[in-house]
């Protein structure tokens, strides 16, 4: 049997279930991108808001292209597990305040009638940095895109988040209605200032005054999340069905930390996130800048590394005293750039990455975060590489996590071992590489990409020293090899 609305009674009395009448949730949420990150964050708040009797935050999700996500939940009352763990420590969630899950690309039509309604009031997003459609050199929309070209030239059928949300915007205005507040909750430095770009850009190719009305009345507050969410594998599923006596498809596993930063910045009615567990402030970027250059920059370090030496888990890469001295320093270059928010204390911080990175429970796989690099390149790690060059200081370990992306872009691990290069980019930087055998070559060739290197900076004799000399160890010597080069000091 499955998760679901008739089984939900039968489950073990230690399953914290949802506790209200969920027939009764008016949909006030509509969320782009239904995967486990939303489904382990932005919906757990939502979540909280209903169990505090607002039941106006019901959430309708949608995936834009692939119909997997709906036909894991659909048969489950769109009902799902939350899993926490940390060392022994487990604690199981039913979330309920999913309502339904569409698919974009079978009836974008309905989609956008769904968003245009008038219990509507909030459009959050996490669809990854491509699924923008941005140069994340300039920021603007990348209009040679065939999906793009498609939303500038017909709003009938949408086929990218921003004409999804431009052509819902659209019937609002015509009824009379507010605008809905857009949310993206994606790691992209001014998240909600270049979803605010893109959508004003294919606005103004259809209608001047949609355009005007958008820009005056619309809301695109910036936001920082914050929560890991490994992959979910059959091993979890079938440990989960072990405890509950019934299957969830859809279970997610996660951590016990949940952190939501919001731009206090509303086009119309929001939940009181300052009472369910979110923070609201004035300016975010303090936040993200914190955690785009800490946790996710070691991230991707931790996921080059770790997976070129064949360590799957971010808890093994950890365990080495190697690995953990590549993450302090890492962080002592990445804490320099930082302007420091009010109520953060750095070492603090930093000790409670290093305790998360640590967590076992996890089972956090490097070559999950190992994906899509092209695009979490620019704000994870170049922007702190930029900054440091500018002040005249050393960027070894910056440096090092570029050059074992780089390596990582071969196609071949320090075992021989080969496997894909998951990334919108993979093609390019296959092609780049073709007939390059020297680390010279090799960081040149990478180094001319410009939709992830600025040509200032891939021009910096410092920069291009430092990745041929880290390049070259990867290439000679391997991961494990090159970490234990690392002064103790």
């Not at 708040?45 to 995936?63: E, L, P, Q, T, Y």
């Not at 920059?297 to 590394?305: C, E, P, Q, R, T």
């Amino acid at each position: 049997m499955r998760l679901s609305n008739a089984t939900l009674n039968s489950l073990p009395e230690d399953i914290e279930r949802p506790g209200y009448d969920r027939t009764q949730l008016i949909k006030g949420v509509v969320h782009l991108g239904i995967g486990a990150f939303h489904r382990a964050h932005q919906a757990i708040i939502f979540d909280n808001a209903v169990r505090k009797g607002d039941k106006r935050w019901g959430i309708v999700g949608a995936s834009l292209r692939s119909a997997s996500v709906r036909d894991a939940l659909a048969p489950q009352d769109c009902l799902y597990s939350v899993v926490e763990r940390e060392s022994c420590n487990e604690h199981v969630r039913i979330i309920g305040a999913l309502r339904e899950v569409m698919v974009g690309q079978e009836n974008p039509v309905a989609l956008v009638n769904v968003m245009a309604a008038a219990d509507t009031h909030l459009v959050t997003l996490t669809i990854t940095e491509k699924g923008y459609h941005l140069d994340l050199v300039t920021g603007e929309l990348i209009e040679s895109n065939i999906d793009v070209m498609s939303d500038l030239k017909s709003l009938d059928r949408p086929r990218t988040a921003a004409g999804l949300i431009v052509a819902a915007l659209a019937k609002r205005r015509a009824a009379g209605l507010k605008p809905f507040t857009v949310m993206s909750c994606d790691n992209l430095p001014h998240n909600g200032k270049h979803l605010m770009n893109a959508v004003l850009a294919i606005a103004k190719c259809h209608d001047e005054m949609l355009h005007d009305w958008i820009a005056m009345q619309g809301a695109f507050p910036e936001t920082m999340v914050d929560r890991i969410v490994p992959a979910t594998n059959n091993d979890a599923i079938r440990t989960l069905t072990r405890r509950l006596g019934v299957e969830d498809r859809a279970m997610i596993r996660t951590e016990p930390f949940l952190q939501w930063v919001i731009q206090n910045k509303f086009a119309d009615e929001r939940p009181a996130f300052e009472e369910l567990g979110a923070q609201l402030t004035d300016s975010v970027v303090p936040w993200e800048e914190a955690k785009l250059r800490m946790l996710n920059g070691a991230h991707s370090g931790i996921a080059y590394l770790g997976a070129l030496a064949g360590i799957e888990y971010v808890h093994e890469f950890i365990a080495h005293p190697s690995g953990r001295r590549f993450v302090e320093k890492f962080w002592d270059e990445s804490a320099s750039t930082l302007s420091l928010p009010d109520g953060l204390d750095i070492t603090a911080y930093r000790k409670a990455l290093m305790q998360r990175f640590s967590n076992a429970a996890l089972q956090h796989r490097t070559r999950q975060i190992a994906m899509d690099g092209s695009q979490k390149l620019p704000p994870r790690l170049l922007t702190t590489i930029t900054i440091r060059l500018k002040r005249h200081q050393t960027i070894e370990m910056q440096a090092l996590a570029v050059a074992a992306w780089m390596q990582w872009q071969g196609a071949r691990d320090d075992s021989g071992k080969t496997y894909v290069v998951d990334d919108p980019l993979a093609s390019v930087t296959a092609n780049k590489l073709r007939g390059m055998n020297d680390a010279r070559s090799r960081v040149a060739a990478l180094l001319s990409i410009e939709a992830i290197f600025p040509p200032a900076l891939a021009t910096d004799q410092r920069l291009r020293d430092t990745l041929e000399k880290w390049l070259s160890k990867l290439m000679e010597q391997g991961s494990k090899a090159t970490l234990e080069c690392i002064p103790l000091d």
